[in-house]
T-cell receptor, first 115, second 115 residues
Framework: AQSVTQLGSHVSVSEGALVLLRCNYSSSVPPYLFWYVQYPNQGLQLLLKYTTGATLVKGINGFEAEFKKSETSFHLTKPSAHMSDAAEYFCAVTVPNQAGTALIFGKGTTLSVSS | GAVVSQHPSRVICKSGTSVKIECRSLDFQATTMFWYRQFPKQSLMLMATSNEGSKATYEQGVEKDKFLINHASLTLSTLTVTSAHPEDSSFYIC???????????FGPGTRLLVL
């Protein structure tokens, strides 16, 4: 069975500060990992994903995440927060190569950015 | 990234009526689509997995006779909420899995209000 834990339901940063959103996963097989962002009243937009290969993955809007197997983590970072980054962020895990397997989501982290 | 559309984006209906929500993958074919429900300030709850040409697989606690899912083609899945009641009011989001990228892309969501 797989699961995702997002530490911190709410993270607040100042504009220009480092953004760090934490995600730990549990999986019995090597997982595929994703970060999605959701703006109010909208669907989810894919920020980045890890499948295989390089453990540091870069996504859209300056975000990146590093897959650390030893720590079972996939934390999301951005060097400098922007006001437009304020949104809900979801970490998700799935099993590779199984078409019918849905994503397992964390509970989400609300990012607030102050000026 | 790939685009998934949902229609309608918002719908209001009277209690006891049925509402159909469409989910389309616009620039790729999806053998598997997923339907989620999201309550305010919560994560996504998987309702069902829809495979093209076969019956949907429903999650525990989701009434299959109430939430009818049809996946008639590789680019279209529909969710019909039958005999809707006020407690069915929610935000419904679909996703379509691109088999070549092993990534789920999400629609913008449909907000349902049952009066």
């Amino acid at each position: 069975a797989q699961s995702v834990t997002q530490l911190g339901s709410h993270v607040s940063v100042s504009e220009g500060a480092l953004v760090l959103l934490r995600c730990n996963y549990s999986s019995s097989v090597p997982p595929y990992l994703f970060w999605y962002v959701q703006y109010p009243n909208q669907g989810l937009q894919l920020l980045l994903k890890y499948t295989t290969g390089a453990t540091l993955v870069k996504g859209i809007n300056g975000f990146e995440a590093e897959f650390k197997k030893s720590e079972t983590s996939f934390h999301l970072t951005k060097p400098s927060a922007h006001m437009s980054d304020a949104a809900e962020y979801f970490c998700a895990v799935t099993v590779p190569n199984q078409a019918g397997t849905a994503l397992i989501f964390g509970k989400g982290t609300t990012l607030s950015v102050s000026s | 990234g790939a685009v998934v559309s949902q229609h309608p984006s918002r719908v209001i209906c009277k209690s006891g009526t049925s509402v159909k929500i469409e989910c389309r993958s616009l620039d790729f074919q999806a053998t598997t689509m997923f339907w989620y429900r999201q309550f305010p300030k919560q994560s996504l709850m998987l309702m069902a997995t829809s495979n093209e040409g076969s019956k949907a697989t429903y999650e525990q606690g989701v009434e299959k006779d109430k939430f009818l899912i049809n996946h008639a083609s590789l680019t279209l899945s529909t969710l019909t909420v039958t005999s809707a009641h006020p407690e069915d009011s929610s935000f419904y989001i679909c996703s379509a899995r691109d088999p070549f990228e092993e990534t789920q892309y999400f629609g913008p969501g449909t907000r349902l209000l049952v009066l």
